[in-house]
């Protein structure tokens, strides 16, 4: 891990705090980096139009009782990676051969997106329980690395 690193991960940690997850635990940000430039970036929210969890006062998972890790469809938000992605796509910016810093571990369906978006690494800080995401990504030619770096 290098100084740049360090910066992106603390502007990953910045994003989550605009996360509109009514649980602060799943305040998650992501930021997709070329070329020691910032591409896009994403946290955990509602699509556009759509009341978030904050809005409604409650979380569906915490009501429904789903394990984190598990169910990723059951809920008003889509992950921070998810949205990068998206951002880059709506704006043209092309993200192969990018990194992309993460507070959290992906998820499985976000490692999907992650390998078909050419992205050629992941930095994250916070594990998460979803091991077929590390192996999705290892088998997709991810480089993936837990940042080890001051947590503050």
Not at 30 to 37: E, L, T
Not at 44 to 57: D, F, H, I, L, S
Not at 60 to 74: A, C, F, T, V, Y
Request: aromatic share 8%; glycine share 8%; proline share 3%.
């Amino acid at each position: 891990m290098d100084k740049w690193d360090k910066r992106f991960m603390e502007m990953a940690r910045v994003i989550a705090t605009w996360a509109s997850c009514y649980q602060d635990n799943r305040k998650i940000g992501a930021v997709i980096v070329k070329d020691k430039r910032i591409m896009t970036t994403g946290y955990n929210g509602a699509p556009a139009g759509v009341a978030t969890c904050v809005e409604r006062g409650e979380c569906l998972r915490r009501k429904l009782n789903i394990p984190s890790g598990m169910r990723h469809e059951l809920c008003y938000a889509i992950h921070a990676e998810q949205n990068a992605i998206i951002q880059a796509a709506r704006l043209g910016v092309s993200i192969q051969g990018a990194t992309l810093y993460c507070t959290h571990q992906p998820c499985v369906i976000c490692a999907k997106m992650i390998v078909n978006a050419g992205i050629c690494r992941v930095v994250y800080a916070e594990g998460y329980p979803d091991e077929f995401s590390l192996h999705m990504l290892a088998e997709g030619g991810v480089s993936i690395e837990k940042y080890e770096g001051d947590p503050t």
